[in-house]
């Protein structure tokens, strides 16, 4: 039986996926060659149809990843020397402080408990932090932070460069880019994607500082340094041979993203969200996780179950649909309810329905 | 106009790559969880059917990468403290050389001009070398290395760590895994793939050589390191969210390749290379580039030619072919066909037919 995945990624794919997957067969473009035309005027259009949907400037660049995962390890790798600064509540925004360790960074960290959002206000940076981190959307707990979070760090801290990591919050976030030097996402959340490719934007301030870390005789890797993604960006090709047609394909999911209207996108995902924190607020097993109501994540909802999340997953597998357990510590007492593009809203009534 | 792509990579899909597309697609394989049983029975098969391929014995994991440029830094990084040795005859094989230097070890190199092969026997390595860097087959020029010059450097050198990239000559080679610590190579070559995952094979000295540079302190990296990718794979799981369809459909097309005989394809590959040489040789305006026919890779031939490539290019992809230019300098005066087994001896009549 077809399900309908409500999981917080991989999850539902978008409704015109497979059209477009089957057109990249039809056009061969599993076989075609990265430094060929026909590569460039995909690369350019998916580059073009994500600037439009997401409201990027030429101030920014586009690189193509393999995932966020490896994003956090070249962010870190190019734009930090000694320290950066990460926002921490949860395992995603954890794992990326812990990368910064790993890389043999002396990273710093305000930690909040799982489950609660940041007051940026109270948050101070080191003198000494290079790099502030922040994930606009924890999504193990739920948690968001909003768009003008990222502009009070910027304003307060100009000299620092700012980055969010959008897994999970791309496209529906509204970012300002004037005041954030990179973000990045993978394509298995909001975009309706399988896995496999990862978006990676930012700006000059980040290329300026991965050039002074290799003039320094920093280590700031081999494959997938800034430079060689700026260098091969020029050209609108990778540094070597990419997921050609993910990359296709989420040029057209953009484009069918624009053309419905990023802004319906977030009211959809509005309404959404609001049918699902209100279902749990007046069902006697469920209960929002994150208490703040301003912290409560549109895409992501984490609820606490009173019944064992497993039980409540294969009630709903039996009636076509899928959504996804609590996680870490919280597997077996939450469920995490993914809201993105891809699910509507009677799929959403229903789904909940059966609970 | 659908062509038959004799490129060396991306290049034409294997026969039934389409159809487990769709299974894949039927499968929603785009949506399952990576921590779920069905990506572990998944991750499991492609692991057996590989093994069975390759002659891949238990002493060695299965890794999954996104490519193999990106393995090369991974390898580096977590196998050589200081130096790696290098056997260079082409631009792949100089830029693996290349990232050792940017990931600031002090590798070594020994280097034969471009189409020519390497005598092992001949070949000194120092003392402090700790990895042996081969390019089984150099792409860019169609040169290749035997089987038994991985075996008589490993006799030698017993002591250091040997690696092969294996980068358009998988499955075709025939490896003895018992002399050789790791191999690697991408998906979208002779697996007839398209690109989007390289495939990471490693033993227990490998796992052991990045463990001791960790407790040194070295500068592993984070993401994708042996120890995280050894640690999901005792589960049949990966580090991040790796490329599902991909792993899948890599599983499916090495079953197809079992069924069909690893044997019948080595068979099927000499009796078209053989064809494609003497085409060459009975051509006057073509010359194979490689002078000695023992390092003539059987799986991608180079040939010099009078005419400007992109003329030859362009008259075949008229007749529905598409072959591939020389590579780097040679972009103009070579073409190289890619002998994989997703064409038939027939197709390949039919190309040189058109030459």
Redesign the interface.
Known sequence: M??I?F?P?????YPS??KH?LMA?DL???????RSDSFRKIYKYTDEQLRLLMNIPDTHQIYF???A??I??KL?SNCVELESFHLTNGSFSNKFF???K???KSPKQYQVAEGEGFDVHSIEIPESSELICTTLNETSTGVRMLENDLKFLKQKYPQKLLCSDLVSIAPYANIDFSVVDSVFF?V?KAFG?????GVWIANKACLDKSSQLHAK?I?I?????LQSFYTNYLKFET????????IYILGKIAADMNQYGIQQIRDDIHKKSDLIYSFAEGHPDFHPFVRLTEHRSHTVAVLNTIHPAKQTIEKLQEKGF?I?SGYGVNKHNQIRIANFPSTSFVDLQKMLHGL
Chains 1, 2 share one sequence.
């Open positions: 077809s399900l995945y999981t990624g991989p999850s539902e794919l996926y497979r997957l067969m061969q473009l599993g076989s075609i060659n990265h990843a393999a995932s995962t490896e956090w390890e870190i812990d990368f910064a790993l890389l043999k993978s298995q994607m399988p896995p496999g490719l005789n280590h890797g081999a494959h997938h340094t540094p070597s041979t990419p997921n050609v047609m993910a899928m996804g």
